[in-house]
Nanobody, 124 residues
Framework: QVQLAESGGGLVQAGDSLRLSCAAS????????MGWFRQAPGKEPQFVAA????????YYADFGRGRFTISRNNANNTVLLQINSLKPEDTAVYFCAARYVSVISTSLRDYNTWGQGTQVTISS
């Protein structure tokens, strides 16, 4: 099983960009489909984006299409989430999750493990 650690969050202004990183440790990272989720205070976790084990397939939540880009590098066990044109409603803790199959899922229940998250705060 992999362990996940996110980084790259911070306090930025609306319209700015951020690149979040998820570093995985453990075995066989390339066997995992990966996802990004976010959770705002008082709300349930929300699917953001996912990528298949090979990186050939990606999927985005409707709010993220055009602004969010997920990518992965299996050689150095990382998954990135590029977020452009940030909005105040993007404020949340963003965390990555790993699923020990190749197929993408938008449900957090389908993932085997996830990290602690990184805080993203957008000021208007």
């Amino acid at each position: 099983q992999v362990q996940l650690a996110e980084s790259g969050g911070g306090l930025v202004q609306a319209g700015d960009s951020l690149r979040l990183s998820c570093a995985a440790s453990g075995r066989a990272f390339s066997n995992y489909a990966m996802g990004w989720f976010r959770q705002a205070p008082g709300k349930e976790p929300q699917f953001v984006a996912a990528i298949s084990w090979s990186g050939s397939s990606t999927y985005y939540a409707d709010f993220g299409r055009g602004r969010f880009t997920i990518s992965r590098n299996n050689a150095n066990n990382t998954v990135l989430l590029q977020i452009n044109s940030l909005k105040p409603e993007d404020t949340a803790v963003y965390f990555c999750a790993a699923r020990y199959v190749s197929v993408i899922s938008t449900s957090l229940r389908d993932y085997n493990t996830w990290g602690q998250g990184t805080q993203v705060t957008i000021s208007s």
